[in-house]
């Protein structure tokens, strides 16, 4: 039987020959697809991918990278995805309008790709899009669209802010972050399945906004799955954060433990709130009654809660996340495809060892373009 996967790589294959080259793959590190059964033409695939935006590809941060050029640079990934086997469904982070309407979209169109992009909005309210975005492709003869959903997060939590706090109430400017989550509603084999993909900003202490952040976008995708009767639905991107952190182990166990509960309330991240519900003996340093200074997972404690525990691909099929999916100045799993319990990965593809990735120094090098690593999964609806 056919997989979804060898009609991907067959379909690639026959639309650019200009690939075909036997030098590719002797240089090219050599990623494996690793199973747990054997795939099904139903089953569907999802990359996700940070292509380290041209806006932030300074050679000066890379000296090693013999090119980092965006020609070069969008060569290399389309040589990748012929050789890791395009998948139905690819999530780009790190993708400016220049780059997606002038090479990316255009090239992706010629192998039957229909793609949806959005930028960054701005870090404060009616500030200009950020620098980059996100990106989603799927496959025309595989996928059919039905609803494109931009999450941005700063309207999210003033919606919960207004909720709390009333129409007259100000979102505090400290929580303006400009975070995305681009959300596509598919139907794949007659089914829905509900693709969120999203780039977490980096933060070496803010791990508590981090974390309400990813919940926000996972009750919000849990909705938008049930008004289409479904309860399939995928989040994956680049979270920026490793597996022993709280953020993962809060979307993998849909719970924070009371250690975390507890670093999350020492936070440095405080907000001025309105005092209407949390009582005077919040008093500010000023002793004005009707503001009071919490820590912000104080404030937003009810919304710390998830649908439902979510697995991750690659821990499913590996028992354990990769060693690292980005590679540069530090290394770490940073990237992941998480999915709800109505859809089970089937299949992972390997990542580069580190030798591979080192061996030009870092990433990104002469092969592999961008300083964090592709990964995918084929998914199946259970």
Request: aromatic share 10%; hydrophobic share 40%.
């Amino acid at each position: 039987m056919a997989t979804a996967d060898n009609d991907i790589v067959c379909h690639v294959r026959t639309c650019s020959p200009e690939f075909l080259e036997d030098s590719i793959l002797s240089v090219y590190p050599q990623r494996k697809s690793i199973s747990l059964s054997d795939q099904h033409d139903t089953d569907f695939s999802i990359i996700s991918y940070n292509l380290l935006a041209q806006c932030y590809a300074f050679k000066s941060r890379y000296p090693y990278t013999k090119s980092i050029s965006q020609e070069f640079r969008h060569q290399n990934l389309m040589k990748e995805l012929h050789i890791i086997g395009a998948g139905t469904i690819i999530c780009f982070q790190e993708v400016t309008q220049k780059y997606f309407s002038s090479l990316l979209q255009p090239a992706m169109n010629t192998l039957g790709y229909l793609s949806v992009f959005k930028p960054r909005p701005g870090k404060s309210v009616g500030a200009s899009p950020g620098k980059d975005g996100l990106a989603i492709f799927y496959r025309k003869d595989r996928a059919e669209l039905i609803e494109i959903i931009p999450l941005e997060l700063n309207a999210l939590l003033q919606e919960v802010w207004l909720g709390m706090y009333g129409s007259d109430s100000v979102l505090p400017t400290e929580c303006y972050r400009d975070t995305l989550a681009l959300v596509l509603v598919l139907r794949i084999n007659n089914a829905i399945v509900v693709v969120g993909t999203t780039h977490l900003p980096w933060t070496k202490v803010y791990w508590d906004e981090q974390t309400l952040q990813v919940s926000l976008i996972l009750k919000r995708l849990a909705e938008i799955a049930a008004t289409h009767e479904s309860n399939a639905y995928v989040l994956c991107g680049d979270f920026n954060r490793n597996p022993q952190y709280e953020l993962y182990q809060y979307v993998t166990t849909g719970k924070l433990t009371q250690p975390q509960r507890e670093l999350f309330m020492s936070s440095k991240k405080k907000l001025s709130i309105p005092n209407i519900i949390h009582g005077t003996e919040c008093l500010n340093s000023s002793g004005d009654v009707s503001k009071v200074i919490l820590p912000l997972y104080k404030v937003f404690e009810n919304f710390y809660n998830i649908p439902e525990p979510m697995h991750s691909a690659y821990a499913a099929v590996l028992g354990e996340e990769p060693k690292f999916t980005f590679y540069a100045d530090s290394h770490g799993c940073m990237d992941y495809i998480f999915y709800s319990s109505a859809l089970m990965a089937v299949s992972v593809l390997s990542v580069p060892s580190k030798e591979e990735v080192s061996s030009e120094t870092s990433l990104p090098n002469s092969v592999m373009s961008s300083d964090h690593i592709s990964i995918k999964a084929v998914c199946r609806f259970v």
